[in-house]
């Protein structure tokens, strides 16, 4: 079960994800997304890089988000959102590494724009920006507490610690609960 931190980041998630602010997370917002990052890191239309992120955000929508559509309209409230989540990442099972780690892995590589195996800076808040709607504000924040050991750049250790932090850990202080930004305070 879910505490009242796991809700907010779930529901801070939720309202990332829901890019024409409809209350509910469906295709369009995923192809929207990926549409706002390929743009982000200038990849030409129809180019490999940009058809790869329309792949890896259509299979995130399908093995994912679209699972949690209890009602069958292929459209996902919060509540939907909300309850899958929980049985995906903070059951015992295998959840977050078969769903969850894949999808980090993907955006690893897609932030990775150079490919010399880190994040900088640089392609994080590219990211946060485009992906998150994240202000670069609170982008240099996020990077900054997720950077652990503070060489400047984001290992793909650090960002599956982060990513297991933000979807399982009930700890208000861990580093990961910044991996999409500040939570909106307690409403």
């Avoid at 015992?92 to 780690?101: K, L, T």
């Avoid at 800076?121 to 652990?148: C, K, V």
Wanted: glycine share 6%; proline share 5%.
């Amino acid at each position: 079960m879910l505490n009242d931190l796991q809700l907010r980041k779930m529901a801070h998630l939720f309202a990332l994800l829901d890019v024409d602010d409809d209350r509910v997370i469906d295709k369009m917002d995923y192809t929207a997304s990926a549409d706002r990052l390929v743009n982000a890191f200038g990849f030409a239309p129809g180019s490999a890089e940009s058809r790869r992120v329309r792949e890896r955000y259509a299979r995130l929508w399908d093995e994912v988000t679209l699972p949690m559509d209890i009602d069958g309209d292929e459209r996902v409230d919060l509540t939907e959102f909300t309850a899958g989540f929980d049985q995906f990442v903070t059951q015992p099972d295998e959840g977050y590494r078969r769903h969850v780690a894949p999808v980090a892995d993907a955006f690893y590589d897609l932030m990775d724009t150079d490919g010399d195996g880190r994040i900088t800076r640089t392609e994080y808040l590219r990211m946060a920006g485009s992906a998150f709607r994240m202000s670069e504000a609170n982008s240099l924040s996020a990077f900054e507490r997720l950077d652990l050991d503070g060489n400047g750049s984001l290992s793909r250790q650090e960002l599956h610690i982060a990513n297991e932090q933000f979807f399982r850990s009930p700890d208000p202080d861990a580093h990961g609960n910044w991996l999409f930004g500040p939570l909106p305070p307690r409403g």
